[in-house]
């Protein structure tokens, strides 16, 4: 459905004229106006507002009463006063009010200095207190979850963390309990507030009445820094505000993305950091001495992989993780191809697709933006998970069905590739509206009928016009972070940077590397944090449970990693399946270390930039790309690589469809390619060269 149109009004607002869109809330419509209307229960993000904490409240020509600024739309000629005296008594009563029971706990509490209670009763409250009676008390804190901490004495009733709950995550288990003064907030039944999506909270809360329970009394506003980067824990890539102390991540916060994120979190992206700064990590190069892995100097493990590799040449095999970043794979491909002559590499754990089916499924002119989610007449989930597989889409698609009654729909490999079904789907998708969005997992295309897979999936496109039509498309949730990132840069058997042909025919696939280092044709294994046995995201390691894999390709596996002679691995943890079978193991980052570029599922080249130091010191952990190039150098390739911005540029001009693409331009907001004009350069369907 289309967006929104906007239109721009005119409104006064103490005494200046100001442009705004027109029925924006008056909150947001002063912000033009460079005025500040001071809120506590009014957040964009949770939909219609609901007028609850009435600070405010301002006066409007021809309204005799006073009127909540969060929840009176702006209308042309509006003429509104937020400096009269009326004004000014109603939000002076309204700060005294909230703070007769609020505790005199700045000095202790995890808000403080960052509290919005704070900075509006400095700016609006009465700078002194008539209330002597005794405040109401409660048992603080409590466990609201076992990972956030409640503490009843400090809540203002704002109703932010109950509109979360039934009305964005819709698992529905906060609630108010009793009334008046002695209300407070809890879950229906007493019972932990576990949810994927429960630290969210925490961070919405105006007041210190929900605090993290990791970050709890580990650092104040004024001994941190913060640092932008990206979340690279699964594919929904998060935009991300980390707080930093002493070069150690305390806490992560969403930096709100419309395109990205809706400014949302995922529990996993927001609770599981601290994990990857913590004593598991790998620090140091090891190798394997003695039946063990051991730690030596830097030397001796660089000099140790290059001659495993430089012996097997042509007979070396790459698997390359999702939390690589493109630069990273693009490298590794150089020098797989380049250095050792092998066009065994693959991105992909489901096996390779013809290269015209890859070229097809990317098209830009069949690509959807996750805002498109929102908006669609239809949403058809294929093969795909969301609540598990990218988190943050489930939101998306929750808010298109509740806010603009998107029709979602679900199917399976199976029915797409039934003809029959498919055109019962086509039909129930068509009757929807015309712009439809197909969210597709890469296991679709996974197995022997993943190529049928990816053609019946073509096929439905076509069916429904879905090439060209605004707000329509395909769109992908793939097995790995940068999934689409290591692919467009030429991280797959049958493909160089940019989906263009290979010079050497003949590559092997994932599954191909197992089976050849298992029949004795490849005899060294190249690992960048992926791990064919246990997964290739942190988060994966992090859950505590290992992933569900295909028993045989498993034991497939298992019989490779037995034979193999040589495996050399980049690992950010040392896994079982690493610390039994790899001969030499880097120290690989966090997306927190790291320098680089990732791809968005849905095209948004997004820049990762180093927030801390690396993890043991700059002689421990060394960036991925400079391992490879000092790689590379040993066996006897130059890759003129000398610093991270040097391998981006190498990448942007390897990539036809990247062309001119700088680190400036993607900023911190990323850039979707298929909106420059070098797009016109992406290979086409049938398009062989």
Not at 608 to 618: E, K, S
């Amino acid at each position: 459905m289309p967006r929104p149109a906007t239109k721009t009004i005119t409104f006064t607002i103490d005494g200046r004229e100001v442009q705004a869109p027109e029925n924006a809330m008056l909150v947001d419509a002063a912000k033009y106006g460079d005025v500040e209307i001071p809120v506590f229960c009014y957040e964009p993000k949770l939909g219609q507002p609901v007028g609850a904490c009435r600070m405010c409240l301002v006066e409007i020509e021809g309204i005799p009463k006073l009127q909540t600024g969060c929840s009176t739309p702006v209308k042309d000629g509006m003429v509104v006063n937020t400096q009269s005296a009326r004004v000014q008594e109603a939000q002076r009563s309204v700060v005294e009010f909230l703070l007769i029971n609020h505790p005199l706990d700045c000095p202790v509490c995890d808000k403080g200095g960052e509290c919005p209670l704070q900075d509006i009763t400095f700016g609006w409250g009465r700078g002194s207190s008539r209330f002597i009676e005794p405040k109401r008390h409660f048992v603080k804190p409590l466990e609201l979850s076992p990972t956030i901490a409640i503490d009843r004495e400090r809540c203002i009733l704002c109703y932010r963390c109950v509109r979360f709950s039934q009305e964005i995550s819709e698992d529905h288990q906060l609630v108010l309990l009793e009334r008046g003064a002695h209300s407070y907030v809890s879950t229906f039944d007493g019972h932990p507030y576990v949810a994927p999506f429960s630290g969210n909270i925490v961070e919405l809360c105006p007041v210190g009445a929900l605090t993290s329970r990791p970050y709890r009394f580990r650092a104040r506003p004024w001994d941190v820094e913060d640092a932008g980067s990206v979340c690279t824990l699964c594919p929904s890539q998060c935009n991300v505000t980390l707080t930093v102390r002493d070069e150690r991540v305390l806490r992560v916060l969403a930096r709100e993305h419309p395109e990205v994120d809706d400014g949302w979190l995922c529990d996993r992206g927001r609770f599981a950091y601290p994990a990857l700064g913590g004593s598991e990590r790998v620090t140091e190069p090891l190798i394997r001495d003695g039946g063990e892995l051991r730690p030596v100097s830097w030397d001796r493990a660089l000099e140790e992989a290059a001659a495993g590799l430089a012996r097997a040449g042509a007979r070396t095999g790459a698997l390359v993780g999702g939390e690589a970043t493109s630069e990273e794979g693009y490298l590794l491909a150089r020098l797989l191809r380049e250095g050792l002559g092998s066009p065994h590499l693959d991105s992909r754990r489901a096996g390779t697709l013809a290269l015209e089916l890859h070229r097809a499924l990317g098209d830009p002119g069949l690509q959807a933006r996750v805002s498109d989610l929102e908006f669609a007449h239809a949403v058809l989930v294929l093969a795909a998970d969301p609540l598990v597989d990218a988190p943050i889409l489930d939101l998306r698609l929750r808010k298109g069905v509740r806010r603009h009654g998107m029709r979602l729909v679900r199917a399976g490999a199976a029915e797409v590739r039934s003809s029959e079904r498919a055109g019962e789907l086509a039909a129930r998708l068509r009757d929807a509206g015309e712009e439809i969005v197909i969210l597709w997992g890469e296991r679709l295309t996974s197995g022997p009928d993943g190529a049928a897979s990816a053609r019946a999936l073509l096929d439905l496109a076509d069916a429904l016009s879905l090439a060209g039509t605004d707000g329509a498309g395909l769109l992908e949730i793939p097995a790995g972070t940068n999934g689409r990132g290591l692919r467009e840069a030429g991280v797959l058997p049958n493909a160089n940077p940019g989906l263009c042909e290979p010079a050497a025919a003949g590559g092997l696939d994932a599954r191909g590397i197992a089976r050849g280092l298992t029949e004795g044709e490849l005899t060294a294994l190249l690992l960048l944090q992926s791990d064919p046995l246990t997964g290739s995201r942190p988060s994966e390691a992090l859950d505590g449970e290992p992933p569900e894999r295909d028993p045989a390709d498993a034991e497939l596996w298992q019989r490779a990693l037995e034979r193999a002679s040589t495996v050399v691995a980049h690992a950010t943890f040392l896994t079982d399946s690493l610390r039994e079978h790899a001969n030499v193991v880097f120290p690989a980052q966090a997306y927190a270390e790291k320098e680089g570029t990732i791809v968005h599922p849905d095209g948004r080249i997004q820049r990762l930039r180093a927030a801390v130091a690396r993890v043991g010191g700059l002689d421990c952990t060394r960036a991925q790309w400079q391992v490879i190039a000092e790689l590379a150098a040993r066996i006897g390739l130059d890759l003129e690589v000398l610093t991270g911005a040097m391998a981006s540029q190498q990448l942007f001009d390897a990539v036809p469809f990247y062309a001119g693409l700088t680190l400036e331009e993607i900023g911190g907001k990323g850039v979707r390619w298929q909106e420059r004009d070098a797009a016109g350069a992406y290979p086409t369907r049938g398009q062989l060269v």
